[in-house]
């Protein structure tokens, strides 16, 4: 197939909020990338925002303030498994969050308002009991002494050696994915503030 100013290509669009495949000139399709970037983006921070009433920002996905105060929209996780299940949720909208703004726009939620914990191994929540416990499988091969820290996972955005202490207990690709795309939402921070409080400038700088 050659390629032209006249030519037409396939392209997945949204249209209220449904995809769609139209056949866009060209010369149409930067424009169609950015406005599907920039939906995207939006979308993003509302999934995210949606997700701060319900406080699964907290430690434990739940917090109740005073009687003067928004508590949480939510009552505090039943077990371990919904708990698992909220972590989980919560830290898939905020990847979603940063891979949709890199490029220097801005995060719907600062990382400092991030108190959540990582969550459990994907293997572990598979097979993690509302107590608790792992199954039979895992358990066998761990002692009982540990099967809570086995299952817990400590680390959080808090965690000094977050970035450099990987327990194989509580390690695996996705949450070296999350580390990693939380680093690299750092970076795009400070990319986005030294361009503010820069206007002028065009380049890092330099040590």
């Not at 508590?71 to 969050?97: F, H, N, Q």
């Not at 097979?127 to 761990?142: I, K, N, Y």
């Not at 808090?158 to 327990?167: I, W």
Request: glycine share 6%; hydrophobic share 40%; net charge neutral.
């Amino acid at each position: 197939m050659t390629s032209g100013p006249g030519m037409h290509y396939p392209v997945m669009v949204f249209l209220h909020r449904r995809p769609m495949v139209r056949n866009l000139p060209m010369s149409e399709i930067p424009v169609s990338y950015i406005y599907l970037r920039v939906e995207v983006w939006i979308f993003a921070g509302f999934q995210t925002r949606v997700a701060v009433p319900l406080r699964l920002n907290y430690p434990g996905t739940f917090s109740s303030h005073g009687p003067n105060s928004p508590g949480a929209y939510l009552p505090p996780p039943k077990d371990k498994k919904e708990l698992e299940a909220r972590r989980r949720t919560w830290w898939m909208s905020i990847i979603l969050d940063r891979i949709v703004s890199v490029g220097g726009w801005l995060h719907s939620v600062e990382y400092k308002h991030i108190a959540t914990e990582f969550p459990m191994r994907l293997i572990d929540f598979r097979h993690v009991s509302p107590d608790g416990l792992v199954s039979c499988r895992f358990a066998l091969t761990q002692p009982q002494s540990d099967q809570e820290n086995f299952i817990d996972n400590p680390q959080s955005l808090f965690t000094h050696d977050v970035y450099l202490n990987h327990p194989p207990q509580h390690t695996d690709s996705f949450l070296l994915f999350l580390k990693a795309i939380m680093l690299f939402g750092q970076v795009t921070d400070f990319n986005t503030e030294f361009q503010l409080s820069h206007p002028g400038s065009m380049s890092m700088p330099h040590k």
